[in-house]
């Protein structure tokens, strides 16, 4: 059941390996079927190395295994608020990249500074609100998405494809697993990026709007022209 999407999961786990963006295990992404009514997602505290396809961990919308003898990832209660709130999404990245999670834990927004970043985010990578304690002391992994999907009120998830968890780490998505990978490496180089601009310069401004538009809007929306037309 599910074998082609249990693939891309996998594939985008390693893939998160690969890019330098997880050590160790600290890291998962998922993807999700709608019409099947179930997520897909890395199995909990399992090593990169070592897990295969089969592994993956089959749920329901309530967060039920339905497929597999492994435990989802703890982080799998964040993964379905995403989706629930988003539904345009179909993959969720999670990670603990260096750079990314250096405004993480600073509870900073990563400025948007110029054109590398605002090809993908209509403006800086979000920060959540950090979790009051009662919402870590009881299901803390839920609140985690809750509270950035609170962040989300005002914003488009697909305009802005990631945030920063408070004190934590990123968040990416996207139409599909794969998307939601190259969103979460996008995150990473933005916050390297943005770190040593304001190095170089700490009265940095970020991009002029009429410039931040322009480089998201000839790639994303109705009149995108960036790249080659379907041929469907």
Same mark, same amino acid.
């Given at each position: 059941?599910?074998?082609? +999407? ?14 330098? +963006? ?11 079927? $709608?019409?099947?009514? $179930? ?12 897990? $295969? ?10 967060? $039920? ?98 945030? +920063? ?51 998201? +809007? ?15």
């Amino acid at each position: 059941m599910l074998d082609e +999407l249990k693939r891309e999961v996998f594939e985008a786990n390693r893939a998160l390996v690969d890019l330098g +963006l997880v050590l160790l295990t600290w890291g998962n992404a998922s993807a999700i079927d $709608r019409e099947a009514g $179930r997520v897909v997602i890395k199995p909990s505290g399992v090593s990169y190395d070592t897990m $295969r396809p089969d592994d993956m961990a089959v749920v329901d919308f309530d967060g $039920r295994t339905v497929e597999g003898d492994l435990k989802p990832s703890v982080d799998l209660p964040t993964h379905l608020a995403l989706y629930e709130a988003f539904p345009e999404i179909g993959g969720v990245v999670h990670t603990h990249s260096h750079y990314a999670t250096c405004f993480a834990q600073a509870r900073r927004a990563i400025p948007c500074f110029g054109t590398t970043h605002a090809d993908y985010f209509h403006g800086e990578v979000p920060v959540a609100d950090p979790l009051r304690e009662a919402e870590v002391a009881e299901d803390y992994e839920r609140h985690i998405g809750e509270v950035i999907v609170r962040r989300f009120r005002t914003l488009d998830p697909m305009r802005f494809p990631g945030v +920063l968890a408070a004190n934590h780490a990123p968040f990416a998505w996207g139409r599909t697993v794969a998307k939601a990978v190259e969103n979460a490496y996008v995150i990473e180089e933005a916050a390297r990026m943005a770190l040593h601009s304001m190095q170089l310069d700490p009265d940095l401004q970020p991009i002029p709007k009429y410039l931040l538009d322009k480089h998201f +809007l000839r790639k994303h929306g109705a009149g995108a022209y960036y790249g080659q037309a379907d041929p469907r």
